[in-house]
């Protein structure tokens, strides 16, 4: 091999090293900053998803003041089903326990569309099911159950209950739903109610029992279970129903929404 020859190995061999070493470096900037990019995403979505829990957590907490417009403005800052069904919830309760009228129609209307919008975003959420029907219900009864029924509210109302105790049969709110459902269709259409709707009082009583074997320690439960005993009208279930509110009584409220069921509690048995 001449000098020469040996010069321009030499030199190709440094110029590949130096091109290795210059690719290594260029693929170890790309591979860090995307690492970097990871990261960041990551850590982006930690503190939005901690941000939104402290959001629902304080959101809560309003609830419970009995700061329901409060609660459901805060709630409103964020877009998860979570707040949909939350704000749902809440302005069903206050439209129900606070306004009257036209104001609490426009509120119910308002409700039923959050509820919806979480229906949009998951249709196996048992609780967004719930609270379409909840809702609605609400609606129904300030309109009167006879006006509801000839609306067609009725099927409505019954389907969304259905859907929510077909995926979680263990949701007390849907099965104390579900009987007050038949209990009211009872009340209004009589002997009619099966044969138009397929409304007994058997159901009713059997979806109360369900929901009291689930939970028989919260005030509104035993208040919603009593009043739509009452409905039945018959001597036995007006006087398990008188047992329910004596044993609410008993309860220590934890919110103010429990303080609203135990005025309502009280009303109810000075009726009997």
Request: charged share 20%.
């Amino acid at each position: 091999m001449t000098l020469f020859t040996f010069v321009v190995v030499i030199l190709l061999n440094n110029s590949y090293v130096y091109l290795m070493e210059v690719n290594i470096m260029r693929l170890f900037k790309k591979y860090i900053t995307k690492i970097f990019h990871i990261l960041m995403v990551l850590i982006l979505s930690i503190k939005t998803v901690s941000s939104e829990e402290n959001i629902m957590d304080e959101s809560n907490i309003l609830f419970d003041q009995g700061k329901y417009i409060e609660a459901v403005n805060l709630a409103s800052k964020i877009l998860s089903i979570e707040s949909f069904l939350f704000r749902a919830n809440t302005l069903a309760i206050y439209g129900h326990f606070i306004l009257e009228g036209e104001e609490a129609l426009k509120v119910f209307k308002e409700a039923r569309g959050y509820a919806e919008k979480a229906l949009e975003i998951d249709i196996t959420n048992d609780a967004a099911h719930l609270e379409v029907a909840h809702t609605m219900g609400r609606y129904s009864q300030l309109i009167g159950v006879l006006s509801a029924l000839k609306q067609g509210y009725a099927e409505k109302i019954a389907f969304h209950l259905d859907e929510a105790i077909k995926l979680n049969p263990r949701n007390v709110s849907a099965q104390i739903s579900k009987g007050t459902w038949h209990a009211e269709i009872v009340n209004k259409a009589g002997f009619m109610s099966k044969i138009l709707y397929g409304a007994t009082s058997d159901f009713a009583r059997e979806h109360y029992k369900i929901a009291l074997r689930l939970n028989i320690n919260n005030i509104g439960i035993l208040y919603e279970v009593a009043n739509g005993l009452i409905l039945l009208e018959e001597k036995q279930d007006i006087l398990n129903a008188k047992r329910l509110l004596l044993s609410a009584l008993e309860i220590k409220p934890k919110n103010h929404l429990d303080h609203l069921y135990l005025n309502k509690v009280k009303f109810l048995i000075e009726k009997l």
